[in-house]
């Protein structure tokens, strides 16, 4: 699995078993993004966690010039089949096999326009990833931990929306991942400025990726 990180919460990636995703796609009005919403004229889905403009961003506008399918919590897959894109619809709890994958929609502790906020587990045959979105700590991350065995967890680490470095540093205890991206951070003043905070706590509990806009890593 290859991972690009486009800026705040917004992620392109590019599965082990082909298929390509977009996660989150704010980059429209983000002044940290690594794109353009017109850069991405393939992608096979975009995964949205829940519709928050941060997170929501540009998804509509790329599913329907390029053909995308919107995954994403039921009340906002519906807003997006008014438009025409093809939709799969989930809850949290649920699970989808499509081209390959097998996507998990699990419980994100945050807030909604519509619907419920989510994360989602990511599997594709070779590796697990675990896109949190928005969301503080939660008991149930040391569930997520002990269903899967993840090779990579995305965290929010920013502060005042979502877990700090402190309770970031918790969750990975919990979901005990081999490798973490922190996310969330540094795009607005209301933010902490960087991750190193977070990188310091976390120690060798896992491998943290601290990437710029723009960087990508490769889970190994």
Same mark, same amino acid.
């Given at each position: 699995?290859e991972?690009?990180?486009l800026g705040?919460s917004?992620?392109f ?13 704010f ?6 993004? &690594? ?13 949205v966690?829940?519709?928050h ?11 329907e010039?390029?053909g ?8 906002v897959a519906?807003?997006a ?6 939709v ?12 390959g994958?097998r996507?998990?929609?699990?419980n994100?502790q ?10 989602f ?21 040391r569930?997520?931990?002990e ?5 990579? &967890? ?6 005042r929306?979502?877990m ?7 969750a ?24 190193r905070?977070f ?10 990726h ?6 990508t890593?490769?889970?190994?």
């Amino acid at each position: 699995m290859e991972v690009r990180y486009l800026g705040h919460s917004a992620f392109f990636v590019r599965t082990g078993s082909g298929p390509t995703l977009l996660i989150d796609p704010f980059l429209t009005g983000n002044p940290k993004a &690594a794109a353009k919403a017109s850069d991405f004229r393939e992608v096979d889905a975009v995964l949205v966690t829940h519709d928050h403009d941060d997170h929501l961003g540009d998804a509509f506008d790329i599913c329907e010039r390029t053909g995308a399918t919107f995954v994403s919590m039921f009340e906002v897959a519906m807003q997006a089949q008014e438009k025409g894109i093809t939709v799969e619809p989930m809850g949290v709890g649920g699970a989808i096999t499509w081209r390959g994958l097998r996507l998990h929609m699990v419980n994100a502790q945050h807030s909604s326009g519509v619907g419920h906020p989510s994360g989602f587990v990511i599997e594709d045959g070779t590796d697990t990833a675990y896109f949190a979105g928005d969301t503080g700590l939660f008991g149930d991350m040391r569930l997520i931990g002990e269903i899967w065995k993840l090779d990579l &967890a995305v965290l929010p680490v920013g502060d005042r929306f979502t877990m700090g470095p402190e309770l970031a540093t918790r969750a990975v205890e919990f979901l005990r991942p081999r490798h973490v991206i922190p996310c969330h951070y540094a795009t607005f003043d209301q933010l902490l400025p960087d991750a190193r905070r977070f990188v310091q706590l976390v120690g060798d509990r896992a491998r943290v990726h601290a990437l710029a806009p723009g960087d990508t890593m490769t889970v190994d």
